[in-house]
């Protein structure tokens, strides 16, 4: 399995990156985070440091950020593959095309190749403890993406069950699953359902056993020759909201674990 974080030291002491230029590649498209760079079968995904969050101005850099989300994202998608298939195939820039290669300084550490796909318009975002836009909606009607919850709860309480709330492109806010149905039918509206849930439960475990709670993460998804793929980040900061398990506490607001504890953390217990 793909090491989680390179041994060169520490992400953020290494040069960073807020657009990468690589003469002989073929740029797609610069998002928010990332370069993406046509391979023709394959796409080449360069996590850079500018600013993923919507919160953050695009030209805030911070070094170190390209770093953790590509090497959280190639743990990640390994660990979770048995759960839901993905578009990853390497982290290694030993594997990547041979166009690649002049470049490999540069991508190491901080890129993936995967496979096309075909984005859906949606994210799918499991919660699963009462906090942030959820705790205010809970706050404003007692229930949550049309769920009813149980009277009394808290803040940063964690749910009876993980609830799924799609997200589709160009609905207003408060979509739900009818929603959802409307944009990708009733058989792939619970196909995505499904998955992002089973997703979800299954990084929840992995990272509770390292002292990590995954409040809340959204997944995005993709067709790749038919077949529905995970793609995008995952289970990343600018994905996921973390709290530490041992300062768990309900009853308030907790803080967002930082970049350097979530690394200590994962390194803290060994992998399984």
Not at 39 to 51: A, I, N, S
Not at 69 to 80: E, P, V
Not at 109 to 134: D, F, H, N, Q, W
Request: charged share 20%; hydrophobic share 40%.
């Amino acid at each position: 399995m793909h090491d989680i974080f390179r041994r060169e030291g520490p992400a953020a002491s290494l040069p960073s990156v807020s657009e990468t230029i690589l003469p002989g590649l073929s740029l797609l498209k610069r998002g928010r985070n990332k370069d993406l760079y046509d391979l023709r079968e394959t796409l080449l995904v360069v996590h850079t440091d500018r600013g993923g969050d919507s919160s953050m101005p695009i030209e805030a850099v911070i070094p170190g950020r390209g770093q953790l989300g590509n090497q959280l994202s190639a743990y990640w998608f390994q660990r979770l593959r048995e759960v839901f298939p993905n578009h990853f195939l390497s982290a290694d820039v030993e594997d990547f095309p041979a166009p690649c290669q002049p470049h490999a300084a540069q991508l190491a550490g901080r890129s993936m190749l995967v496979k096309k796909a075909t984005p859906l318009p949606v994210r799918c975002l499991v919660r699963g403890y009462l906090t942030g836009e959820g705790w205010r909606e809970y706050q404003r009607t007692g229930a949550m993406a049309g769920a009813r919850l149980p009277s009394g709860m808290v803040e940063s309480q964690r749910l009876p069950v993980p609830l799924f709330v799609p997200i589709v492109d160009g609905a207003q806010v408060g979509t739900n699953f009818a929603t959802l149905e409307a944009v990708c039918g009733v058989l792939l509206a619970e196909k995505l359902r499904s998955a992002a849930l089973h997703l979800y439960f299954k990084a929840w475990k992995i990272a509770r056993y390292r002292g990590i709670l995954i409040a809340e993460s959204s997944f995005e998804f993709g067709l790749h020759e038919g077949a529905l793929l995970l793609i995008d980040d995952c289970i990343t900061p600018d994905t996921s909201r973390f709290w530490s398990l041992e300062s768990y506490k309900p009853g308030r607001s907790l803080p967002v674990l930082a970049h350097t504890g979530l690394l200590s953390a994962l390194r803290g217990r060994v992998d399984r």
